[in-house]
């Protein structure tokens, strides 16, 4: 009986002990608002400016997805990912050529601890650079230990068939 609970103790330590290892600052994922802004944060900056990935894949729970929409002609293709494979991946890019995403607009439907959020973004090689491409982010959030968590994030470039809806430009 000992040995078991024992067990069970150590298993939910580790678990507990695997959400979020790089500390985050409470303001930066207290609201749905301040956690998908705090991404944004992260990835923009100047050429040469290491992006704190590890930071952005603490933002997002454990397991999470992270994907994209993408346009070829008339036809679409998805691509999904891990948060830790997109952060190795994209954080040494948007240090080598400069990455701003900024947010146009956000909007957010709510319902106890879950809530979806639709932020439509602009980005630029810039930080005053000219607009290279806007979308729509679409975020799954969970609130849970004291914090908001990004479950599963999903965007997609606007394009001449889906330019975005006037609703999502302020």
Not at 23 to 48: C, F, M, R, W, Y
């Amino acid at each position: 009986m000992k040995k078991h609970l024992f067990t069970l103790l150590l298993c939910f330590g580790l678990a507990y002990a695997s959400f979020g290892q790089t500390a985050v600052p409470q303001a930066d994922v207290a609201t749905v608002e301040a956690v998908v802004n705090a991404g944004l944060k992260i990835i923009s900056g100047p050429k040469d400016q290491p992006r704190d990935m590890e930071k952005f894949k603490a933002l997002f729970l454990p397991n999470a997805q992270l994907g994209g929409v993408f346009f070829n002609g008339d036809s679409s293709f998805v691509r999904i990912t891990t948060v830790e494979n997109f952060a190795d991946k994209n954080g040494p890019a948007y240090t080598k050529m400069g990455f701003y995403e900024n947010q146009i607009s956000l909007k957010i439907e709510q319902f106890g601890n879950i809530a979806t959020a639709f932020q439509a973004y602009e980005t630029r090689y810039g930080k005053d650079g000219k607009v290279e491409d806007r979308g729509i982010n679409t975020y799954q959030l969970v609130f849970d230990k004291g914090r908001w968590w990004i479950a599963s994030l999903l965007f997609t470039p606007e394009n001449a068939k889906y330019p975005l809806p006037k609703k999502y430009l302020k």
